[in-house]
């Protein structure tokens, strides 16, 4: 749920700018609101905890931590109803804001609780896994919200009661899921040890430097989500429909969920080389396959009908994923290796998304997704390693982190205005450039 209501955006920043008639830069205000509230809401948990020497989330534990969460993502989807009624563009960004809060909170405590959850060594293994999942949620999310709001509560007519239609059914499975958690058999993981007050945790340098990290990941990885749509729209490149665009927009998101499956095997140590391979190309076919099929699914006329993507069009989309299999071979199962592999290979990637035209700039820009997938896992446990108590404390900076995502799709709406789509994409690659360095030497440990 938390991938599936994150991508949202991505259709909102579409969908809104009929409703409201907006600019690039207004549009960009969804992503400046979302993400900013990861800024505000992890100073505020980081403040907390390093002046008064106890750490919230240490207090009440992960599992109470993320049904709480829970059910602030509920309050935040079910308040869409009231922007919708006084018809306000910014009081759909302050449900946006109250949302993203809800999710902020569950990062904070999700993230560190999956590396907590098992054998010390493998919890790049156990976050990929988890954000595979996540990553379930961004390549379904494109199409569900597409038909929801498109055709399920347009009525005919799409209007601001479509989306909010939407947001309160997804409120409604958040209300269900703080229960589920509630109720459930884990682990709480307490920990009432103080952490002190002051800001101690900066003196661990790979815990700095990675808050860059994932700054300029989160950032680049919604950049080109938030705006691979107008990309596509581009005479240029295919000039597809905006409804195709959505569509194609999965295999983006898409890309993240194979590869982040295909890590939970590749950086696994406790299986075999062989079992590692074999389920990391049954994974990567199935996924694909599986796609192919869901992107196939249509509503016309109210009634569910199947017209799959031209096959040809993203034929060349599964030599990507050989190369992206390749790529975990050559990381020999070492996150930093890794990080330095994939990035390298969607710099090269975007810089073909600038230069190029037609098919072959299409297919580049929906085949980024997969070489970003390791990205965040891999930043986030190299950045906690070794942190002990002060765990949920750094978690906290890296998800303030997470703004990227409100900046760098901003700065890029610029360009748009001023320049053109395809110029814009030059933003991911400054971002690439940080990740090739963070992986060669910023996560290495040191105190100072």
Request: overall charge positive; proline content about 2%.
């Amino acid at each position: 749920m938390w991938g599936f209501i994150t991508v949202m955006n991505d259709i909102l920043i579409n969908t809104f700018k009929g409703i409201f008639s907006l600019s690039p830069t207004q549009r960009s205000l969804i992503q400046f609101s979302f993400f900013g509230a990861f800024f505000i809401i992890s100073l505020i948990y980081y403040l907390i905890s390093s002046t008064k020497g106890r750490d919230p989330i240490n207090k009440i534990g992960y599992k109470n931590g993320m049904a709480i969460s829970l059910i602030v993502c509920g309050i935040g989807c079910v308040s869409f109803f009231g922007a919708a009624y006084v018809h306000s563009y910014y009081a759909f960004l302050g449900s946006l804001f109250v949302l993203a809060s809800g999710v902020t909170m569950l990062q904070i405590c999700a993230n560190p609780y999956a590396t907590i959850l098992g054998k010390k060594g493998s919890e790049s293994s156990r976050l990929n896994l988890a954000q595979g999942l996540n990553s379930l949620g961004t390549t379904l999310g494109p199409i569900v919200g597409t038909i929801l709001i498109y055709k399920v509560f347009s009525d005919g007519e799409l209007t601001a009661f479509s989306i909010s239609k939407t947001y309160l059914a997804y409120g409604i499975i958040f209300f269900i899921l703080a229960v589920i958690v509630k109720m459930s058999k884990m682990p709480s993981f307490q920990n009432n040890e103080t952490v002190g007050t002051g800001a101690a945790v900066f003196k661990h340098k790979h815990l700095t430097l990675g808050i860059f990290a994932i700054f300029f990941y989160v950032g680049s990885e919604v950049a080109i989500g938030s705006w691979i749509v107008e990309y596509l729209k581009d005479d240029n490149i295919v000039g597809a429909s905006e409804e195709d665009a959505s569509y194609f927009l999965s295999f983006f998101w898409g890309g993240l969920m194979i590869g982040r499956l295909m890590a939970s095997f590749a950086l696994n140590d406790t299986i075999t080389q062989t079992k590692k391979y074999v389920s990391m190309a049954v994974v990567g076919l199935a996924v694909f396959f599986m796609m192919y099929l869901v992107t196939g699914i249509k509503i016309h006329e109210g009634a569910f009908t199947f017209s799959p993507i031209e096959f040809s069009k993203i034929a060349m989309y599964l030599l990507f994923i050989a190369l992206c299999f390749v790529a975990f071979i050559m990381s020999k199962g070492k996150p930093a290796r890794s990080l330095v592999i994939f990035s390298s290979i969607n710099l090269v990637l975007l810089v073909i998304a600038v230069l190029a035209k037609g098919p072959l700039a299409f297919i580049v820009i929906i085949s980024t997704g997969l070489f970003f997938s390791i990205g965040f896992s891999n930043i986030f446990s190299l950045a906690i390693s070794n942190l002990g108590k002060y765990t949920s404390q750094g978690s906290s900076l890296l998800i303030m982190a997470i703004v990227g995502g409100a900046f760098l799709p901003m700065i890029q709406s610029v360009i748009i205005e001023q320049v053109d789509v395809q110029t814009s994409f030059i933003i991911p690659i400054l971002g690439m450039l940080y990740l090739i360095y963070y992986g060669l030497k910023g996560y290495k440990q040191k105190v100072v």
